[in-house]
């Protein structure tokens, strides 16, 4: 049983925009915008053992102009900020933004006279990561966040029913 | 042992000397401003002391003093092992300092970074310009009455190439 049968009529009616964006969201290229401890978390996102190219987005760019997904993860110093800025502008649309870590997303525990109280004060962000550093598992749940909204099938601001201890329980048993 | 670096700092620049302290071989000689260069020039140049290495030098904020800052100076010999810490103190209304770029060449930046930080002029510095923050900072950011959650502006680069 292949396609032919399915459709039986030999064509699929679609959107462009749809199939672009399915194409889209699959293809992230991602360009690191590594400053502190979270790109180290990163390097074992991207290497075997979790492998982001699971999700379609191993291609990581070091250049902005080749990127389609800033991923910014670490403190962003005042003296930073026009840099990070910069490459940002220099990425083509479409284009989204990853802030991993408590730093890139808030300043973290920097709350000083140095430090950015989080990129969204200079450019958009699609997907906020928590934690210092983030769990791996964490940045492929970003990715897939950011996939949904790519699709149009995600609800951004969503975020999944936290598991409760008795609900782990019941499934052990 | 030979003399404490104290003790022959007090034998040639006595007058200079406002305060000392050796504590267990931790030699403090808190010393006036106007004679900061030829006291150093002396440390470095006389050779059986040989403070040849200048390690750091720090600013301090004492807001309750009538003299605010102090500019510390971590001398260390590389020939003898033995350190000497040099204090000066300058007061809020006139906070300079006289470079010692001349002496050592390295103070270059470490009185770069005290006059960001402290707001501590080095007369004669050949480029006193921030180095840790940048241009559009307003306040220095170590002083005691720096507001913890200032923000400041988001600056424009530095052009590295100029």
Same mark, same amino acid.
């Given at each position: 049983?292949?396609?032919?049968?399915?459709?039986?009529?030999?064509f699929?009616?679609?959107?462009?925009?749809?199939?672009?964006?399915?194409?889209?969201?699959?293809?992230?290229w991602?360009?690191?915008?590594?400053?502190?401890?979270?790109?180290?978390?990163?390097?074992?996102?991207?290497?075997?053992?979790?492998?982001?190219?699971?999700f379609?987005?191993?291609?990581v760019?070091?250049?902005?102009?080749?990127?389609?997904?800033?991923?910014?993860?670490?403190?962003?110093?005042?003296?930073?900020?026009?840099?990070?800025?910069?490459?940002?502008?220099?990425?083509?649309?479409?284009?989204?933004?990853?802030?991993?870590?408590?730093?890139?997303?808030?300043?973290?525990?920097?709350?000083?006279?140095?430090?950015?109280?989080?990129i969204?004060?200079?450019?958009?962000?699609?997907?906020?990561?928590?934690?210092?550093?983030?769990?791996p598992?964490q940045?492929?749940?970003?990715?897939?966040?950011?996939?949904?909204?790519?699709?149009?099938?995600g609800?951004?601001?969503?975020?999944?029913?936290?598991?409760?201890?008795?609900?782990?329980?019941?499934?052990?048993? | 042992?030979?003399?404490?670096?104290?003790?022959?700092?007090?034998?040639?620049?006595?007058?200079?000397?406002?305060?000392?302290?050796?504590?267990?071989? /931790?030699?403090?000689?808190?010393?006036? !401003?106007? #004679?900061? &260069?030829?006291? +150093?020039?002396? @440390?470095?140049?006389?050779?059986?002391?040989?403070?040849?290495?200048?390690?750091?030098?720090?600013?301090? /904020?004492?807001?309750?003093?009538?003299? !605010?800052? #102090?500019? &510390?100076?971590? +001398?260390?010999s @590389?020939?003898?092992?033995?350190?000497?810490?040099?204090?000066?103190?300058?007061?809020?209304?006139?906070?300079?300092?006289?470079?010692?770029?001349?002496?050592?060449?390295?103070?270059?930046?470490?009185?770069?970074?005290?006059?960001?930080?402290?707001?501590?002029?080095?007369?004669?510095?050949?480029?006193?310009?921030r180095?840790?923050?940048?241009?559009?900072?307003?306040?220095?950011?170590?002083?005691?009455?720096?507001?913890?959650?200032?923000?400041?502006?988001i600056?424009?680069?530095?052009?590295?190439?100029?």
């Amino acid at each position: 049983m292949g396609l032919q049968n399915v459709f039986a009529e030999g064509f699929l009616a679609t959107r462009l925009e749809h199939v672009v964006n399915w194409g889209r969201k699959y293809s992230l290229w991602p360009m690191p915008f590594g400053t502190a401890c979270c790109a180290i978390e990163f390097m074992g996102v991207v290497s075997s053992r979790f492998d982001i190219s699971r999700f379609g987005a191993e291609l990581v760019r070091f250049s902005p102009r080749q990127a389609d997904l800033l991923m910014v993860m670490g403190t962003i110093s005042y003296k930073q900020a026009p840099i990070l800025k910069r490459i940002w502008e220099q990425m083509c649309e479409p284009k989204w933004c990853i802030a991993m870590g408590a730093c890139a997303a808030s300043g973290g525990f920097y709350d000083n006279y140095s430090t950015l109280q989080g990129i969204d004060e200079i450019i958009p962000v699609d997907v906020y990561i928590p934690g210092c550093p983030p769990r791996p598992e964490q940045v492929m749940h970003a990715i897939v966040k950011l996939q949904e909204k790519i699709s149009g099938t995600g609800r951004p601001f969503s975020i999944p029913p936290p598991i409760i201890a008795t609900e782990i329980k019941k499934t052990a048993t | 042992m030979a003399k404490s670096v104290v003790e022959q700092l007090r034998q040639r620049f006595g007058n200079a000397l406002l305060e000392t302290a050796d504590w267990r071989g /931790d030699e403090v000689a808190v010393i006036r !401003r106007e #004679e900061l &260069v030829s006291i +150093c020039r002396w @440390l470095k140049e006389t050779p059986e002391l040989a403070l040849n290495f200048l390690m750091d030098i720090c600013g301090v /904020d004492y807001p309750e003093r009538s003299q !605010r800052f #102090e500019v &510390v100076y971590h +001398c260390y010999s @590389l020939a003898t092992g033995r350190r000497i810490r040099l204090k000066v103190r300058v007061s809020e209304s006139d906070p300079v300092v006289p470079t010692v770029t001349g002496v050592w060449i390295g103070a270059d930046w470490f009185e770069r970074e005290c006059y960001d930080l402290f707001g501590i002029k080095f007369a004669g510095h050949p480029n006193l310009k921030r180095l840790l923050t940048y241009e559009e900072f307003e306040g220095h950011a170590l002083r005691r009455d720096y507001p913890r959650n200032k923000r400041q502006k988001i600056p424009t680069p530095d052009p590295l190439i100029s």
